[in-house]
């Protein structure tokens, strides 16, 4: 709820940019990011500075070459975006956050009940892999995200619009099981029924139904989390549409919009 005292707690003002890493923010994902390199000539822009140019691009949805010119350029911004897409290290640093963030409340590292969704999204003349959602008659790509109870980002996986759910929901079951082994059941809605997201993994797939009685819109138990969840990354322009030419670029901004949430909860007093 925002009161004054919350608008204060969550204040960015003092910022060079709202998107920039606070201390207590980079003491958090400091520890988690690869080390430089030992040889060489020192890099001239710092990993911090390369996180926040990636993270001002997220969040304004800006090009690469927009960036200001108190931030790294498009050629390094972009280079080791794309270096640290390609090693995976949104991923990594997603599932450390969220181990963190589930201790930091209580909870255990690794959860054992997850919901599971999609999110078609229109994508642009970038092209790359797309297809088109005819019950959303949306074309572009769709997001299947899997959270766990409190709305944490588990797996994100895009994959082009024309993909069912119930066939999409099986890569996102199987790929969950050595990062989170201790999941044991998966909540989700009538679209991801069937016997290929039963049998993906031995995940156990609970379908949650809207009553048949129900008229217009209704918040159902669990799934609402997850719709939340959707609502945070939204929040970036990046992600209002799917403008990456390749799949392995929209995951990437997806783990990142994740981690921006987690660091930033982390960091919190």
């Known amino acids: 709820m925002w009161t004054l005292a919350t608008r ?4 960015r003002a003092g910022l060079r940019y709202q998107t920039d890493l606070t201390d207590e923010e980079w003491a958090v994902i400091e520890p988690l990011m690869p080390s430089p390199a030992r040889g060489g000539r020192p890099p001239r822009w710092s990993q911090r500075e390369i996180l926040n140019a990636i993270f001002y691009v997220l969040r304004g949805g800006i090009g690469w070459r927009m960036l200001p ?6 050629s390094t911004a972009f280079g080791w975006f794309s270096r640290w897409r390609d090693d995976g290290l949104f991923a990594r640093l997603n599932h450390s956050l969220v181990m963190a963030d589930s201790e930091r409340v209580g909870r255990d590292a690794s959860p054992t009940a ?7 999204v229109r994508t642009t003349e970038s092209g790359g ?3 088109y959602d005819a019950g959303k008659k949306v074309k572009g790509r769709k997001r299947q995200v899997m959270v766990d109870t409190d709305g944490r980002g588990l797996i994100l996986e895009p994959q082009p619009a024309d993909v069912q759910d119930h066939v999409g929901a099986g890569p996102v079951l199987q ?3 050595r990062p989170f082994p201790f999941v044991a059941r998966a909540f989700a809605d009538a679209g991801y029924a069937g016997d290929r997201p039963a049998t993906a993994t031995i995940i156990a797939v609970e379908i949650v139904r809207k009553p048949p009685d129900q008229v217009g819109f209704a918040v159902h138990p669990r799934r609402w989390v997850v719709e939340r969840f959707f609502a945070w990354i939204r929040r970036n322009r990046r992600l209002w549409k799917d403008p990456e ?7 990437a901004f997806l783990y990142a919009a994740s981690v921006m949430i987690l660091v930033r909860r982390l960091a919190r007093p």
């Open 8 to 11: 204060r707690q969550h204040s």
């Open 69 to 74: 010119s108190d931030m790294p350029p498009k």
């Open 114 to 120: 997850v919901l599971l969704d999609s999110q078609s």
């Open 129 to 131: 892999p797309r297809g």
């Open 175 to 177: 790929s969950s099981r």
């Open 245 to 251: 030419a390749t799949i392995a670029s929209a995951r």
